[in-house]
């Protein structure tokens, strides 16, 4: 029933301050589920303890009712797949290189390496997500917009049940935004996974995401579908913003500030110099 | 197209170089000479043109190539690890750790060819101590790097002027060691030289999607199922190994390991599949050539190698510090 299940996950750097702090969840199957909160409040940090890749102090974190303590990467890899607001990536690769990278925890045999099999999934993928165009060209020489489609394409060679993605499109123009958006969305909808994205645009999670949670201080304050937690008390509640909620033809809510959040002291005063 | 051409152009240069570099020297010998040698027994030269070309340059112009093979893909490894194209086992301080272990072992005067194990347990001592001061071999940015490559180089140089100094004039050995010398090639040597080439290569080869991976950055490499922290510890140990084992027989030879990834990267792209094999036989062929420049532009006096490597590799390292295109970023 759940895909992703967290149960009072405790998580500090180094153990000092708890960034993470009994942190409860629970994502649907085939849901498109964003978590939002203002920043620094240990979004970024939970995806990366649901990823294995940091081990929270406390509290467990189960996947499809597995415990993820102990599981390996690879086998973590061909069930949940990654997309990180920006690549670290280094090496000057071709697009369908870097879309390779997906295939390597599939590979069975490491002497052989790839297949043709796995070729034949990275082919598709280029086609599937329009990415022809540049399949041979460098990575690094794209836009910012293709480089967040081909790094989708990457994590679905993966052939992942779950995409989990820590602010996919902040970087993006509104029109590369709602592509790779549109795109998770119809893979939710069309059942073939279940996705977890940190986001910050709160009308474009509104447009797209069927769940959303409200993270503060390290916790879920508020969760439910947009038209729910989208009020002027919660809005206010997890970032200190008096906004109109207003309705879209659709009915899907979208939110528009009232008024300037009060400038902080020193920076007020730091402005008087400038 | 391209890239066959020059794959086969790397190749005849190193059949050339074999040959040129059998031929002159001190002594020179002839292309009749050689093949006579080789293929009709030794019937028809003279005893020490025989001794010249099977005893004293054969075997080092193997060594040279082994040693180049060896630098080149330990420095492709170790610069995918530490995600810079600038870490080098030169220039982070493992080869000045292989060269202590080595002097230490000199001076404990245990056998020839346990110069080799001495300079592989400093090295990987030193390895996982660079690896964990820098940040636990998280992407590393230039200036780190260069800070505890010269403090290790400074610390462990350090202990090796010393004992240079207290042996006084025998230290010849010593100096040798710092400045890189082919000249003591012999056959047992280069049998101890490939086995950790050889068993190196294959690892790498091995693990060559893993490392590929690892250029996407730590986090992505785990989400794609690399065990990070696994495969850069075992990464280490076989390129602490292999270094240890270049610089106890060869001494240090700089930037061999910095020059020739980055030449291979911007010809035929970084993925280590074609990265690894070809860096491997463009350092043999880069070392070979460096060799035979220091035999014969002095002749018959010789130039140590490692004052050749460095003499090229250091305005080609400047040129990569202050030029942001490369085939890795930083």
Not at chain 1, 13 to 18: A, D, E, L, Q, S
Not at chain 2, 110 to 122: Q, R
Not at chain 2, 137 to 164: C, E, P, R, W
Request: net charge positive; glycine share 6%; charged share 15%.
């Amino acid at each position: 029933m759940w895909d992703i299940s967290t149960q009072e996950v405790c998580f500090a750097y180094g153990g000092k301050i708890n960034i993470l702090n009994n942190m409860s969840i629970s994502i649907r199957k085939h849901s498109f589920s964003a978590v939002m909160g203002p920043n620094g409040c240990g979004k970024s940090t939970f995806i990366r303890n649901i990823l294995n890749f940091y081990t929270p102090q406390k509290g467990s974190i189960e996947i499809r009712g597995i415990n993820i303590k102990g599981m390996k990467p690879t086998e973590m890899a061909k069930i949940v797949s990654f997309i990180p607001q920006k690549s670290s990536l280094s090496a000057d690769l071709t697009v369908r290189d870097l879309i390779m990278m997906g295939r390597v925890v599939h590979i069975k045999n490491k002497w052989i390496g790839f297949t043709r099999h796995d070729k034949e999934i990275a082919d598709n993928l280029v086609e599937q997500l329009n990415l022809e165009k540049f399949a041979d060209r460098s990575a690094l020489s794209l836009s910012g917009g293709e480089f967040q489609r081909v790094l989708l394409a990457r994590a679905l060679a993966q052939e992942p049940e779950i995409l989990l993605l820590d602010e996919p499109t902040s970087s993006l123009d509104m029109k590369y935004c709602m592509e790779i958006m549109a795109i998770v969305r119809e893979l939710t909808v069309k059942k073939e996974l279940t996705a977890l994205a940190v986001l910050h645009d709160l009308n474009m999670t509104a447009m797209y995401c069927s769940d959303i949670f409200f993270m503060k201080d390290g916790s879920v304050r508020y969760h439910g579908t947009p038209r729910q937690v989208y009020t002027s008390e919660i809005i206010k509640d997890i970032y200190g913003i008096d906004a109109l909620i207003l309705k879209t033809e659709e009915g899907t809510p979208f939110i528009v500030p009232k008024t300037h959040p009060a400038i902080p002291a020193k920076k007020e005063k730091e402005m008087a110099y400038v | 197209m391209r890239k066959r051409i020059l794959l086969f152009l790397i190749f005849f240069i190193i059949v050339f170089l074999v040959i040129f570099s059998l031929m002159n020297g001190a002594v020179k010998t002839s292309l009749k000479d050689i093949t006579d040698v080789f293929f009709n027994g030794s019937a028809n030269t003279p005893d020490y043109i025989r001794t010249i070309i099977m005893d004293i340059r054969l075997p080092r112009i193997i060594m040279a190539l082994l040693v180049g093979m060896m630098l080149a893909s330990t420095g492709t490894v170790v610069q995918t690890v530490y995600q810079n194209p600038l870490a080098d086992p030169y220039i982070i301080g493992i080869s000045a750790s292989a060269t202590f272990g080595a002097v230490l072992a000199f001076i404990l005067k245990v056998p020839d060819l346990m110069y080799g194990v001495f300079a592989f347990v400093s090295c990987v001592i030193t390895s996982f101590l660079i690896f964990r001061l820098s940040n636990a071999g998280k992407k590393l940015n230039t200036a780190t790097l260069l800070i505890v490559g010269i403090a290790v180089s400074s610390f462990l140089g350090a202990f090796t002027s010393f004992a240079m100094y207290m042996i006084g004039e025998d230290s010849f050995k010593i100096i040798m060691w710092t400045m890189g010398y082919l000249g003591g090639a012999t056959w047992s040597k280069i049998l101890f030289m490939i086995i950790p080439l050889v068993f190196s290569i294959t690892v790498f080869l091995y693990f060559r999607n893993d490392l590929d991976l690892l250029m996407s950055g730590e986090e992505e490499a785990h989400s794609m199922g690399v065990n990070v922290s696994r495969l850069k510890k075992s990464m280490l140990v076989i390129t602490a190994l292999v270094v240890a084992f270049s610089v106890a027989f060869s001494g240090m030879i700089g930037f061999v390991g910095l020059i020739v990834p980055h030449t291979v990267r911007l010809l035929f792209g970084c993925s280590n599949k074609k990265l690894i094999p070809l860096s491997t036989i463009t350092g043999g062929l880069f070392l070979l050539a460096c060799d035979t420049i220091s035999r014969l532009v002095l002749a018959p006096m010789e130039i140590p190698i490692g004052i050749i490597t460095s003499f090229f590799g250091a305005p080609f390292f400047l040129y990569l510090a202050f030029n942001k295109k490369g085939g890795m970023n930083r």
